[in-house]
Structures are given as structure tokens and as C-alpha cells.
């Protein structure tokens, strides 16, 4: 268990670290002071945006998927009725997760704080 521990660990560190390197070695060409740790933050906002934003929309849609599969397994008769609501709530839900993918592509290329 230590081992395991130790080794995620190491491994942990060393993403944290790599990207903050090569964040700082761009924010030091750009901008001669404190850029890079704000270019950095960008980088980690914009990961951790994308990857929250992509979470809440995967768990909504499964949910959306089981409720529509339940109730045509149910009432097969209301197949078509379902199947039309399912994929109209599943184009919203999916908006969503395009909204957060504009936001954390507006943090990488626009740089609004840079």
C-alpha cells in the first residue's frame, strides 16, 4: 500500500511541477515579472474548468439515457415520444459542456488577464 502510495505521489508531483515549468519559461519570455505563475493558473483553470465541465454534463446525460430506457422499457407504445424528449434534453446538456470548452478555450488563446 505504501509503495502504491508513494509511486501516485511521485507521479503527482512530477505533472504539477512540469507544468508550472514550462508555463514559467513562457511567461518569462512574455512578460518579465509575475506573468508565468498567472499563466500557469491559467493552464490549471483551464484543465480543471474542462474537466468539471465535462463531469456534471457525463452524469446528467446518464441519468437522462437510464430515465428514457426505464420508461420505454415501461410503455413501449410511448417509444417515440420519449426518445424525441431524450435527445432534445441531451442536446441541452451537451450545451453545457460546449460552454465550459469556449470558456477554458477563451483562458488558453484569448488570455484575458495577460
Do not use: C, H, W
Amino acid at each position: 500500500m505504501k509503495k502504491k502510495f508513494m509511486s501516485a505521489a511521485i507521479a503527482l508531483a512530477i505533472l504539477a511541477t512540469g507544468s508550472v515549468a514550462f508555463a514559467e519559461e513562457a511567461g518569462a519570455a512574455a512578460a518579465g515579472d509575475k506573468g508565468g505563475i498567472v499563466l500557469a493558473a491559467l493552464f490549471i483553470a483551464a484543465g480543471v474548468g474542462m474537466g468539471l465541465g465535462a463531469l456534471g454534463p457525463g452524469i446528467g446525460q446518464g441519468n437522462a439515457v437510464k430515465g428514457a430506457v426505464e420508461g420505454i422499457a415501461r410503455n413501449p407504445g410511448a417509444s417515440g415520444k420519449i426518445m424525441t424528449t431524450m435527445l432534445v434534453g441531451l442536446a441541452m446538456i451537451e450545451s453545457l459542456a460546449i460552454y465550459a470548452l469556449v470558456i477554458a478555450l477563451i483562458l488558453l488563446f484569448a488570455n484575458p488577464f495577460m
